[in-house]
Nanobody, 131 residues
Framework: QVQLVQAGGGSVQDGGSLRLSCSVTIPPGITLGVNCLAWFRQVAGAQREGVGGIKGDSGTAYYADSLKGRFTISQDNAEKTWYLEMNRLKPEDTAVYYC?????????????????????WGQGTQVTVSS
């Protein structure tokens, strides 16, 4: 079965950096295309919010306005692994981060992310930024 497996995360001081990864595992013999991948985050008790996304074919990335310049999304198509590089982290970035993929479905708009546009999700990983 298709799986999105996240790695990275953890605890960091205010101003520090972290990198998350999201590896897509597709069973052998099955051809599936990752049309785009996005990152979301969720604080306990709040709605999940979009961080940004990237188109699989062009590598064009989009970001939430408040995160532009600090977060970078990249991809290694050969390894089917996506990355979220987070720099100059702030305590308000503390959340559980999720990757989400649109596999064999059209890529939803990435400039305004909605959970419903993605059909596969990673397990989530905690990022804690302390002041």
């Amino acid at each position: 079965q298709v799986q999105l497996v996240q790695a990275g995360g953890g605890s960091v001081q205010d101003g520090g950096s972290l990198r998350l990864s999201c590896s897509v595992t597709i069973p052998p013999g099955i051809t599936l295309g990752v049309n785009c991948l996005a990152w979301f985050r969720q604080v306990a008790g709040a709605q999940r919010e979009g961080v940004g996304g990237i188109k699989g074919d062009s590598g064009t990335a989009y970001y939430a306005d408040s995160l532009k310049g600090r977060f970078t999304i990249s991809q290694d198509n050969a390894e089917k692994t996506w990355y979220l590089e987070m720099n100059r982290l702030k305590p308000e970035d503390t959340a559980v981060y999720y990757c989400a993929a649109a596999i064999n479905i059209p890529c939803p708009r990435l400039d305004r992310l909605y959970e419903a546009g993605f059909n596969y999700w990673g397990q989530g990983t905690q990022v804690t930024v302390s002041s």
